[in-house]
């Protein structure tokens, strides 16, 4: 690379803010799941389902610990299974096979068609799903769900980021550390280039908002229970508390705000360099 060619490149300044959205528990329900559990466990559908996703999230965080990795969707079986058999609940393998189907198709929030129709309007905003869940889980949701469409209009590689592309789960610090590499931007804090905190970490999940935001993420905590932040391990909480996704956009608009100012004032840096 030449002397000047180098001085070019070093002068860009990344004007995107990249918003990583969480897949399962903040743009789908993983408690919808409880109607096809219902079709074969009626009076225990709602406490399968919880002990399912308690187990779920367990297991990876399990495995992290361990220096070891499964694929989501083995993960989800094995503990759908440890849920019915702690409530020694009867089962068989077709049934599993159907409740697991069925996971390909949860049902989506209320507040996500809104917010990312915003998303699609507003210059410099990259959308990702972010996920602890497979590639093929990923495209899967947004094949069966017509309102997570918007993500099927962008190239896949920018579309998705899953846990097997690396083979650790969150909040494991690679996983969210990848995910800045992946899309561009440095894994530093205020890097010139276009730092981690252009990272905007979208969740309703607190252990997932905790691990972006201690390698320097910016946190957006989607409290849809309006239940308050409990986490204490964190002493400062989330960066921002949002009920609904649809308060997302002022949120984003505040961040772009901000951050033009400083992309602009870098750009004038440069310009009056020698």
Known sequence: MDAETSRFIDKIVDRRIIVAFDLFGTLLSTDSISKKLAEYYPDKADSISTAWRKYQLEYTWRLNSMGTFEPFDTITRKSLLHALSESSIPHNEAQITQILT??????????????????????????????????????????????????????????????????????????????????????????????????????????DIVGGQAVGMTGVWVDRAGNGWHDALVENGPKVVIKSLEELKGVLERILEAKGRIWEEVIKENKEEP
Do not use: W
């Open 102 to 207: 069925s996971y390909a198709s949860l049902s989506p929030f209320p507040d996500v068609p809104p917010c990312l129709e915003a998303m699609t309007s507003t210059k410099h905003l990259q959308p990702i799903i972010f996920t602890n869940g497979t590639s093929k889980m990923a495209k899967d949701a947004v094949v069966n769900t017509k309102e997570l469409h918007a993500f099927g209009k962008i190239r896949e590689k920018d579309a998705y980021l899953s846990a097997d592309e690396i083979e650790k789960y969150k909040p494991h610090p690679m996983i969210y550390q990848y995910l800045a590499a992946k899309v561009g931007k440095s894994i530093g804090v205020a890097d010139k280039h276009g730092g981690i905190d252009e990272v905007v970490l979208v969740s309703a999940n607190p252990f």
